[in-house]
Every structure is written in C-alpha cells, then in structure tokens.
C-alpha cells in the first residue's frame, strides 16, 4: 500500500498513483456522510492537470463523478472533459438510483480513461460499470491503491457480502482494565480528545449499539456531539444525522423517561418476543411516540440474538457500520459470539482497584489456548490517553 503521494510523478503509474490518493482524500470527506452509500472520490485529469474534482456528499445528492464532471464545467474546463482521465475510488455505478448511472456519465461525457481503485461490491453493479465502460471504448485501470480504497468503505463491503454492518466495539478504561467505580462513577476515566475522537467514531457509524443495562446505570444520550468549528471544517454543519440509537432490551424494561427517547434521530429497541407480548401496552406506547420496537426469537438462554439484530440493522435498515457502546455483559457477548470486526479501545494511565468494574465478562478460561487474541492495527496517544484499535482473531471453541 502506498502511504505517500509522489512529489514529481513522471511515470504513468505514479501518476496514477498521485491523482488516485488525491481522489481518496476528497472521498474521505464524505465518509461521516454519506451512509448508507459508500464514500466515493473523483479526480478529472487532462494534459497533467486537475481540470474538475469531487466527491459523494449525501445519499441522494450527485455522486463522484457527476460532481467532478459539474466541477470542470464550473471551472470552465467544459472543453477539456472530453478525452480526459476520470480517477475514482470506487467502480462507477451501472444502475438507476436515487440518481442517474455514473457510467453513463462518463460515457456521455467523452472521458478517454478511467482509472478505479477497487470494483464495487454491491451486486447490483458487480463489474457492470466497468463493462459499461469498456463497450463505449473507454479504457478502464482497475486497482489502483486498492487497499486504501477498501480501508475506506468497510462497512459497505461488509453489508454487501454478508448482509451485516461493521461491527466496531468501543471500551474506555484504567490500566487495570476496569471501566467504572464499583459504585457506578465512571465520568471521567478517559480525558477530553479521547471522548471527542468517541464522537467521531459515533458520526461515522449509521448505528450506535448499547444495553438495557447501560441505560438503567448511565441514562446516556447516545448522540454525536462534536464542535461546530470541526463539523464546518468537515463539511458537515448542514448534513450530518444522528445514527440510529439502538437499545438491547430482552425484557422491554426502558424507562419511558429514558434520554435517548428524546434526543434528535430515531431509536430502535429490540426485545424477545415474550417480552413483546407481556409488555404489548407499554410496546404500543412507545411506538405511538415514534419509538420503534422489534421483538425477535429469544436464544436458549433468554436473551436477545445478537446476530439476528445485526441482519436486521444491514437488511432492513441498512446499516454499513454499527459501534457497540455497552458494559461488560453485552460487550463480553459480542466478542464471545464473534461479532466484533474492530475493538477500539481507550486506555487512561490511571488504576481502579479490582473491586471496579470490569471491561468484559467473558466465560471462564482453564487453558492458556482459551484465551482471546487480538492483532494491533494501529495505537496513537491521545493526549495522556492510548488509543488502539485491535482486530480479533477467530476463536478456538471452548470446552465447557
């Protein structure tokens, strides 16, 4: 993977090289934006110059291309269009949306080449925009800063393959791995840039994951709070929604004053079908109040099906990325089940005592080849802070 942009490209390749990691960076403002579509950027080129450049700012707004194409007509670059290179992060799309074929666009538009990160995983396209490319004449490059690319849209790509959002797990906690007092008192652990990079992970998830428990403990708003010098900065003063709430509630025991009942943007409960039809009154109220509650099949132990909520969140709200903001039980369940795509975990250099809370409950291990592992992506300091984001490794089956 190249990490740096050339500073002199002389050859083709790094000349693909340079303009396609220009195209990632414009398509990287989009990705607090654009869900449920993927973050999409697009750089026209001409006799070695940018002549128009874009990029995918709100599901139903123009994409990419079509912002780079409206961009080199602004910028009176309308006679230059024609015979140029277009590059894009993502294969351009073959199918009527919300907005028009992208591939059209470019076909219409006279581009000569098109040069594309990485084929599109929705099968409604599936290497269709490529073809479409290819018949008008047009010749395609297909690969470039692939894995850049791929980083940049994980969510859509796993909804596309499996049907399931992102699952990123976030903890916040002592050295000594405990997240609050045994009283209750955790506010705050973590100093201020972690709690602001936390908002940040919220505004680019479409879903924010927490328990009954952690409602009933810490009645938490569950929205994204950031500054609106940093929002106008990013483009996302006018644009930008609250993801969707989602409350784990296997018993259907919210209190109807809970907070996140009122914040702006939707929430969603689900609980177990027994609980549905015992509490029907109070599922009728809080739906005649705009709330949403879902009853799915309980597990054998009683509890909500984890997974059963994930293929919901992907199939029908379509959800590419979900963050799971929960206590020890619920956050211990979805690393047991395999949930957990990314942990992004928050260290503060302090300690709790081992009578604090802990950071997961997780069954009991009697052999070292039990354990949890982790791969370390990345780790950065933030302020006194560490933060690392961690990739779980798959697990062996435990004996019990």
């Known amino acids: 993977m190249v990490s740096q942009k050339p500073n002199k490209p002389s050859s083709q390749i790094e000349k693909d090289v340079y303009y396609m990691q220009l195209a990632i960076e414009l398509a990287e403002q989009g990705r ?48 230059k269009i024609a015979g140029c290179t277009a590059y894009v992060t993502l294969e351009p799309c073959s199918h009527y949306g919300r907005t028009p074929p992208c591939a059209d666009g470019l076909v219409e538009a006279q581009v000569a080449r098109v040069v594309v990160a990485m ?25 470039v800063l692939q894995q850049q690319a791929e980083q940049l849209n994980l969510g859509f790509a796993k909804r596309m393959s ?34 602001q990079q936390v908002h940040r992970l919220r505004a680019q998830s479409g879903a924010l994951i927490t328990g009954i428990n952690t409602v009933l403990a810490d009645d938490p708003s569950l929205t994204v709070r950031l500054e609106a010098k940093w929002l106008a900065e990013h483009h996302l003063d006018e644009i930008l929604a609250q993801p969707l709430r989602v409350v784990l509630d296997s018993r259907l025991q919210i209190p109807a004053d809970a907070k996140l009942l009122t914040e702006p943007g939707e929430t969603l409960i689900f609980c177990t079908q027994t609980a549905f039809q015992d509490n029907a009154e109070k599922a009728a109220q809080l ?114």
């Open 32 to 79: 607090y934006s654009t869900k449920p579509n993927p973050a999409v950027g697009c750089v026209l080129v001409k006799d070695g110059r940018i002549i128009g450049q874009g990029w995918h700012k709100k599901a139903g707004q123009p994409h990419a291309e079509r912002m780079a194409l409206a961009d080199a007509k602004q910028l009176g670059n309308d006679a």
């Open 119 to 143: 084929q599109d995983p929705n099968p409604l396209v599936a290497g269709d925009g490529m073809q479409k490319l290819l018949k008008a004449g047009i010749e395609v490059e297909v690969g």
């Open 162 to 195: 499996c049907k399931r959002p992102y699952v990123r797990l976030k903890t916040a906690s002592s050295l000594d791995g405990r997240t609050a007092l045994n009283n209750g008192q955790s506010k705050w652990i973590t100093g201020a840039l972690s709690r």
């Open 287 to 400: 739906t005649a109040a705009g709330i949403s509650v879902i009853a799915l099949a309980a597990t054998n132990a009683k509890q909500i099906d984890l997974a059963g909520v994930l293929d919901y969140l992907g199939q029908e709200k379509q959800i590419n990325d979900v963050m799971v903001e929960a206590g020890a039980t619920l956050a211990g369940k979805f690393i047991e089940q395999n949930l957990v795509d990314e942990l992004h975990s928050f260290i503060a250099p302090c300690l709790l005592g081992n009578q604090a809370k802990a950071l997961f409950n997780l069954p009991e291990m009697h052999r070292m080849d039990e354990k949890i592992e982790f791969t370390m992506l990345s780790c950065q300091n933030l302020e006194n802070d560490l933060y690392c984001i961690f990739q779980p490794k798959p697990l062996a089956k435990l004996d019990k």
